[in-house]
């Protein structure tokens, strides 16, 4: 006889009503046919009998079956006539296919964001609201008030805006492109997606950073990749160890965050960019370069990337207004060899046809502009005003209670918690307290990291957030 399987992520109430439901729907219980009572049935699958309680709802609440006092549980006759007949499964559906969901974490932290919009965020990765140039992009609409072209364009992007990225990437990143080598997306993750989704195929092993934002990413894994670990310390990845990968289990790709990575916010140090390019291009390996927060250094030069020292075409390079202007305009785009920029977009008009050309057309007139450059520097400004203020509350409240490296960019401070702590006790403990973070488990790390990012709290919230969150970790830790 069937039996729940106790191992299963899907509650036991729900793997019974499931397989209720399938045997019902194959005629093994016909329309009006008695079915087990709670009591029995419980004692035949092993479980208590308020499971099987929660089953039968489950199944009365789909209108498949029907209990009466004194005449016990019974497929209902009303529902399925003659014919069986009844409402898809979509419980079944929606655990189906084989794009996964997002991790538990990533899950929790947004659902209760959604159900409490005052708590204080430290775990969302876009800009505060007081960061983002709302005034220069509704001046330059207004400037620009008429557009005449509201259709499709072309698969590769609004042309305007490649044109005016073309100009950008050379002045403020050192990289020289034409339009043809550049593809629009809705941003990073969009042309993360596609590329493991076009250049890539189930079973190929990839290299990603340790930690990294990629494996918070359920992307990789619903391609059927698999993924190995390179670990980042104070100077970034080492070389060496992509070579042995290689060895090991022939690695076909690169993932990368060089400049102000996240979660840790490690730059990449000079010698071992120029090691990774020159042991890249002897495996012939090509490097996928993501690099949202290189103009957000804030008293340094902006790093160039590796795509600017890249003289034989290995590095796909990744770009997005999200972290450094707008996210809510869904624009980012990828600089690569124009062969792979087709076989994107053929795919990309697959999925919508192409972008709206309404957010492509103001992000290339704000490139454009004379407000990028003065953007930037409040940009910066502001960032590394609201790293101190996190810094100073860390030190305050916390003490000895935690270890981080200060970035010089970027929007995110990495720390490890110094006592042993258990990231799901610690992240509920912390909503409760009315704050919320990122475990550092999200991206692949071991028990006992936080993410805490403060491009999206306000400047005034950051002391309070984080008397809240120590007051979280001494409950946590007792």
């Known amino acids: 006889m069937w039996k729940p399987d106790r191992n ?7 793997q019974i009503a499931n397989d209720l439901e399938q045997r019902i729907s194959y005629g093994e219980f016909p329309p009006g046919s008695l079915l087990p009572s709670e009591r029995k049935l419980a004692e035949q699958l092993g479980v208590n009998r308020s499971t099987v309680v929660l089953a039968y709802s489950e199944l009365r609440a789909l209108g498949i079956i029907e209990s009466r006092s004194g005449s016990g549980t019974r497929v209902s006759s009303s529902k399925w006539g003659a014919t069986p007949k009844h409402t898809p499964n979509w419980h079944r559906y929606a655990k189906g296919g084989s794009f996964l969901p997002n991790p538990p974490f990533l899950r929790r932290i947004r659902e209760a964001l959604a159900q409490d919009p005052n708590l204080i965020d430290f775990a969302s990765g876009e800009l505060a609201s007081d960061l983002v140039p709302v005034q220069e992009m509704n001046a330059l609409m207004s400037q620009n008030p008429s557009m005449t072209y509201f259709g499709y364009v072309n698969p590769q992007g609004y042309g305007p805006l490649r044109q005016a990225l073309v100009r950008y990437l050379a002045q403020y990143r050192g990289i020289h492109t034409t339009e043809s080598s550049i593809l629009i997306t809705s941003g990073s993750q969009q042309s993360l997606y ?27 894994q619903s391609a059927g990749l698999r993924l190995f670990r390179l670990p980042v310390d104070e100077r970034g990845v080492q070389p060496e160890d992509i070579r042995s990968l290689y060895k090991k289990h022939r690695i076909k790709m690169i993932f990368i965050n060089p ?24 495996l012939g390996l090509p490097i996928v370069e993501d690099d949202p927060y290189s103009l957000t250094a804030y008293q340094c030069e902006p790093p160039a990337p590796l795509k ?22 869904r624009v980012g785009w990828m600089v ?8 994107l977009a053929d795919a990309r008009q697959q999925m919508d046809f192409g972008l709206s050309v309404v957010p492509q ?13 003065p953007h930037l520097d409040r940009l910066r400004m502001n960032l590394l ?5 996190l810094i100073e509350a860390l030190r305050k409240e916390l003490q000895d209670l935690v270890e981080f490296h200060v970035p010089e960019g970027g929007h995110h401070l990495w720390c490890r918690i110094v006592p042993e702590v258990n990231d799901s006790k610690l992240l509920e403990a912390s909503i409760q307290n009315g704050v919320i973070v990122a475990p550092g488990s999200v991206y692949g790390s071991t028990t006992g ?29 007792k």
């Open 194 to 220: 596609l590329i493991t989704q076009c250049l890539l195929s189930p079973g190929d092993a990839v290299a990603i950073e340790d930690p990294s934002y990629c494996y918070s990413l359920p992307m990789f």
């Open 449 to 477: 990291y936080v993410r805490f990012t403060f491009a999206r709290a306000r400047a005034e919230d950051i002391p309070i957030g984080i008397s809240k969150f120590a007051q979280a970790l001494g409950a946590t830790i």
């Open 361 to 373: 057309s103001l992000a290339g007139q704000f490139l454009a502009s004379s407000y990028f450059a």
């Open 336 to 343: 690569a060899p124009n062969s792979v920029v087709e076989r």
């Open 308 to 329: 600017s020292a890249d003289t034989l075409g290995s590095v796909l390079y990744i770009g997005s207004f999200s972290k450094m202007a707008a996210s809510g305009l």
């Open 259 to 282: 400049n102000f990575q996240n979660p840790t916010g490690t730059l990449m140090d000079q010698e071992r960019r120029a090691q990774l390019l020159n042991t890249a291009s002897e």
């Open 8 to 14: 299963s992520t899907d509650p036991l109430y729900q």
């Open 385 to 389: 005003y609201k790293r101190d203020l």
